[in-house]
């Protein structure tokens, strides 16, 4: 095999010095040392294990809005699983593929009388995303439809994680940190006023999560058992202009808005301000739902 990874093997393309600029919502001036796209789960273990062979640590992300990337290098190989498509429905059971949006997924769900995820209309990302974090919106978290989730380790295997209802909530994730979402399925439920749903899915998105920027990180701190992330991130003066091109907002406290030209460097930075403030003003440390990536 080649030392150089910028090459076509098995289908699947491998670019080196890949710009990280464009692949999340931040402006990024990094470069993956390594990137690929696998579009099905064979080229995606076949990736992953030429990744091994050539001791390359593997960074995954999806369509880049939970992920923060450096603003400088980034070693090893960065894998995108935002391909990876595909969407089935068998009775009250959704079946998405990683790659699919969130915002698919409902639209699908809708199409097909199946009810219960309206509520989380606007929420950027993928359906891997919205599990890994478990999502949440006006109370309700994803988790609370989740009937099982495949995954693939870094050694290739797949394994279904099933629903554990006393582990899989708010403070907690079934997805280790070594673990790729292959898909993932929902139990909804069934019902026929599919244009109620719409008008529900709509309004959440216009009124609860789309700023004008567009570009925003929803969910950004897990909920404790008896706190929430958005209320004291509130209580403790965070939201708002703080000097940098992205905010909390001062509506939805737990979402991040990002504004032109906002870089990596400066989403972490509000991030450990906000960490630093709220631990300062009550003594409890944030716990991140995004994933920070490191050079």
Do not use: W
Request: contains cysteine; charged residues 25%.
């Amino acid at each position: 095999m080649h030392d150089n990874l910028s090459f076509k093997r098995e289908n699947i393309r491998f670019e080196e010095n890949k710009s990280l600029s464009g692949l999340t919502f931040f402006s990024s001036r990094g470069k993956a040392k390594y990137y690929t796209e696998p579009e099905t789960v064979r080229e995606l273990r076949e990736a992953i294990l030429i990744a091994k062979e050539k001791s390359l640590k593997i960074t995954v992300i999806g369509s880049g809005t939970h992920t923060i990337l450096p603003d400088l290098a980034l070693n090893g190989l960065l894998l995108s699983t935002r391909k990876l498509k595909g969407l089935t429905i068998k009775g009250s059971l959704i079946t998405a593929m990683a790659g699919e949006s969130l915002d698919s997924v409902i639209n699908t769900a809708i199409e097909h009388n199946l009810m219960g995820l309206e509520e989380f209309g606007g929420i950027p990302g993928t359906i891997a995303a919205a599990i890994k974090i478990n999502a949440t919106s006006q109370g309700k978290s994803i988790g609370e439809y989740h009937f099982y989730t495949d995954t693939m380790t870094f050694d290739g295997r797949i394994h279904r994680k099933p629903d554990y209802l006393d582990f899989f909530n708010s403070n907690k994730t079934i997805i280790d940190e070594d673990e790729i979402i292959l898909s993932t399925t929902l139990r909804l439920k069934e019902g026929k006023r599919t244009a109620e749903a719409r008008i529900r899915k709509e309004r959440f998105i216009e009124l609860t999560f789309v700023p004008p920027c567009k570009n925003f990180i929803g969910n950004v701190f897990k909920d404790g058992d008896d706190y929430k992330a958005g209320d004291l991130i509130k209580k403790a003066g965070m939201t708002g202009d703080k000097g940098l091109r992205c905010e909390f907002s001062s509506f939805q406290s737990n979402c991040l808005f990002a504004y032109p030209d906002c870089t990596e460097n400066d989403v972490r930075t509000l991030i450990h301000m906000a960490t630093e403030r709220v631990y300062q003003m009550f003594s409890i440390r944030l716990r991140l739902s995004v994933s920070i990536a490191s050079e």
